[in-house]
C-alpha cells in the first residue's frame, strides 16, 4: 500500500478538510447578498470559491449556481428533470458507477427500495439498543470522564468509524484494520482535486484506495453469505435483501458497501462536532437540552440547516428550462447552494440564529427527494446517541477557556477542526 494510504486517520481527514476548504470569506454574507441581488448566476460558483468538483464536470458544459431555497428545493424534488448520472464520470468513477447518487430514474428506485429498509428506523433503532449506544458510552466516552477535557473533535473521529463499520458487519476485534479502512475510504473523497498538479497523483491514491477497499469488503461479503447471512449486520440484511424477485450478488454488495463508506463516517464527525460548537456557544440551549431529552433530535436538525457539512448538491439538467428568468440549456449544471437555501429569509424567520425551537421544515443538509441521504437516519441516531451520553457522563461541559474557541470552516465538507471542551 503506498504511504499516502497508511498514513494516519487523522492527518487523511485533515487533508480531505482542506481540499474542499476553498477560500475564507465570510460565506454566509457572501450568500445572502446573491440570495438578494442574483439568486441565479451563470457560473461554477463553487469553482470560484476553489471548490473541487465531484462531478467529472467537462468544462465546457455550461453551470449555473441557485441560491433560493424555493429553487433548490424545486431541483432535489424533481429528479427527472434534474438528473443525477454524471456523478458516474466524477467521484463515481472510483466506484465502476456503481454509486446510489450517480443512479437515475427506475435503476435508482429499484436499487434503492432494495436497500431502502436497512437503513429505516425500525432496524436503526435495534441497532440503537445493541451497538451504537453501548459501543459510544463504554468504549468512548466512559474512558474520557477522569480526563477532565478534551478535543472533543478526537472522539468525533473515531466513534463514526467504529460504528458504522460494526454495523455494517465487519469484525469488531480489529480497530487498527478498521481504521486503516477509514483512512482509505478518506483517501477516495481526496480524488477530485483543484490543482490539476495534483490531480493526477490524488487520482491514482483514490483508485488505489477504493480497490483495497473493494478487496476487503468482498472478502467479508463473502464470509457472511458462506456463515448463512443470518445476522442483523448491514452485509447479511443485503444479502436476504429482495426486491421484486431480485437480490444482489457479492460484487453488487461490495461496490455498493464500499460506496457508503466515504461519507459514512465524515459526515457524521463534522454533523456532531458542528452540533456540539453551536450548542457550547449556546449554554443556555445547552442546559435545556441537558433537562429535557426530547430536544436532542430538534437540536441535531438545527445544527444541520445552521450549518450543512455538504453545502452544495449538483445536478444536470435533462430539458431547456428557465428559473428566475434565467434561461437554462438541456445538458448545463446548477449547482444548488444548500447553505444558501438553508438560510432563505423566505424560508426561515431570523434564519441567521440557531434556534431549536423553529417550526420544523425541511432543510437540506441530507439533500432532499428521491436522492435523499439513504444512511441518515443512522447518522442523526449515532449522534443523538453521543449527545446525550456526554450530557449523562461529563458534568457541566464547557468550552476550555485557555484554548481557541472552536470555528465552523470551509466552502464544503464544513465543520469544525477542534473543539476543546472541560468538564468536572
Not at 439498543?129 to 458510552?137: A, C, L
Not at 477522569?146 to 466513534?159: I, Q, R, V
Request: glycine share 6%; charged share 25%.
Amino acid at each position: 500500500m503506498s504511504t499516502q494510504a497508511q498514513s494516519n486517520l487523522g492527518e487523511v481527514f485533515a487533508s480531505v478538510a482542506s481540499n474542499y476548504r476553498g477560500s475564507d470569506i465570510d460565506l454566509h454574507t457572501v450568500y445572502r447578498e446573491m440570495r438578494e441581488q442574483t439568486p441565479v448566476i451563470e457560473e461554477n460558483f463553487m469553482a470560484r470559491l476553489g471548490v473541487p468538483s465531484i462531478a467529472g464536470l467537462d468544462p465546457n458544459r455550461p453551470t449555473f449556481t441557485l441560491f433560493k431555497y424555493d429553487d433548490v428545493m424545486a431541483v432535489m424534488r424533481d429528479a427527472s428533470r434534474f438528473t443525477n448520472g454524471f456523478i458516474a464520470e466524477g467521484l463515481g468513477s472510483f466506484f465502476d458507477g456503481l454509486i446510489l447518487t450517480a443512479m437515475d430514474g427506475e435503476a435508482h428506485k429499484s436499487i434503492r427500495n432494495l436497500l431502502q429498509p436497512v437503513f429505516m428506523p425500525e432496524t436503526v433503532n435495534r441497532w440503537k439498543q445493541t451497538k451504537i449506544d453501548p459501543v459510544i458510552r463504554n468504549e468512548y466516552i466512559r474512558p474520557l470522564v477522569p480526563n477532565k477535557g478534551a478535543d472533543l473533535m478526537d472522539f468525533a473521529l473515531y466513534f463514526p468509524i467504529r460504528v458504522i463499520y460494526a454495523l455494517i458487519g465487519f469484525p469488531e476485534d480489529k480497530p487498527e484494520e478498521i481504521e486503516q479502512y477509514a483512512a482509505w475510504a478518506l483517501a477516495i473523497l481526496a480524488g477530485p482535486q483543484v490543482d490539476p498538479e495534483k490531480a493526477a497523483a490524488a487520482r491514482g491514491a483514490a483508485m488505489e484506495a477504493a480497490k483495497a477497499l473493494y478487496d476487503v469488503v468482498k472478502v467479508v461479503v463473502a464470509e457472511r453469505r458462506a456463515a448463512g447471512a443470518e445476522g442483523d449486520d448491514l452485509i447479511s440484511r443485503l444479502i436476504r435483501a429482495e426486491y421484486q424477485g431480485r437480490s444482489l450478488d457479492d460484487h453488487e454488495i461490495a461496490t455498493f458497501v464500499r460506496s457508503l463508506l466515504p461519507a459514512a463516517s465524515e459526515t457524521t464527525t463534522r454533523t456532531f462536532g458542528t452540533l456540539m460548537a453551536l450548542l457550547l456557544e449556546h449554554p443556555e440551549t445547552l442546559e435545556r437540552v441537558r433537562n429535557d431529552r426530547s430536544l436532542v433530535n430538534k437540536a441535531i436538525d438545527e445544527a444541520v440547516r445552521f450549518e450543512p457539512v455538504a453545502t452544495f448538491k449538483v445536478r444536470q439538467v435533462a430539458e431547456d428550462m428557465t428559473i428566475r428568468g434565467v434561461a437554462i440549456p438541456k445538458g448545463a449544471m446548477v449547482q444548488c447552494i444548500v447553505t444558501s437555501a438553508n438560510r432563505d429569509e423566505e424560508a426561515f424567520e431570523n434564519a441567521d440564529v440557531f434556534d431549536i425551537d423553529r417550526r420544523a421544515k425541511p432543510s437540506f443538509g441530507f439533500g432532499f427527494g428521491p436522492h435523499m441521504c439513504i444512511g441518515q437516519f443512522v447518522a442523526k441516531t449515532e449522534i443523538n446517541c453521543a449527545l446525550n451520553a456526554i450530557l449523562d457522563l461529563l458534568p457541566n461541559i464547557r468550552l476550555d477557556p485557555n484554548q481557541p474557541a472552536p470555528e465552523i470552516v470551509g466552502a464544503q465538507l464544513r465543520g469544525p477542526h477542534y473543539l476543546h471542551v472541560l468538564w468536572d
